[in-house]
């Protein structure tokens, strides 16, 4: 178990809270949690790659970075123009 | 410089705990929001630059780089965007509303001082004794 490791699993254990979040509030505050939560994701899997030696998977956290943004933005475009 | 990488990955640890935390214990809707920051630009930096010195820049750090400006770029488009849709949800419209008190533009007396609105914002401050 190295330290990038380590660090990704730290890190997987930030996201409860934004778990939590996501479950509980308002539509705006859960949008919050959803958004942190995909912050801290991406950043998991760049973590993970590494940890793991496949560089590869950098791939995915980039797509998830891509989608994350464009996600959120449908998401608070939504709830902007329809709640 | 095992040593930095380290520092750098505690950076980003503290910052995604920052914000996980801040997002579950603030009770405002805006204050909830600046917590986005912390894992959004100063987290995905560090682990970035974490990721660079320990790979010392080889092909795959194209990639790294593109994730973190990704990043940060989101970081700050979702929270304008989050705080505005918030705020026309609330209000009916992101744009100031009477009686809360904020200094804009238009507001300010059409004196010699409006022609320059950095001499207008610091009559206003005067008059307002702040």
Redesign the interface.
Known sequence: MN??LI?AI??VA?????L??CMRG?E??R???F??GA??E??TL??LS?AIHR?PF??L??AL??L??AG??VF??F??RW? | MHIV??VL?AI??GA??L???G??MVRD?YE??H??GP??SV??VA??AA?LL?DSF?S?SV??I??GV??V???S??TH??A???R??QLGDWKPQKGENIVTEKASPPDSASRHPTRARHSQHKRSGK
């Open positions: 330290v990038w660090t730290f890190f930030c996201l409860i809270p934004c939590i979040r308002t705006f505050n949008l919050i949690g958004e942190t912050l801290i991406t950043q760049l973590l590494e560089e950098y791939d956290a980039l970075a891509l994350s943004l959120g933005l608070v475009h709830l902007e709640m | 990488i380290d990955l980003g640890a995604a705990l914000s996980s935390l997002i579950l809707f909830r929001l917590y986005m894992t959004g987290g995905a682990v970035v990721l320990k080889s795959s990639k790294v593109l994730v990704l990043l770029i989101s970081n488009v979702l965007a989050t505005r849709a918030g026309i949800h």
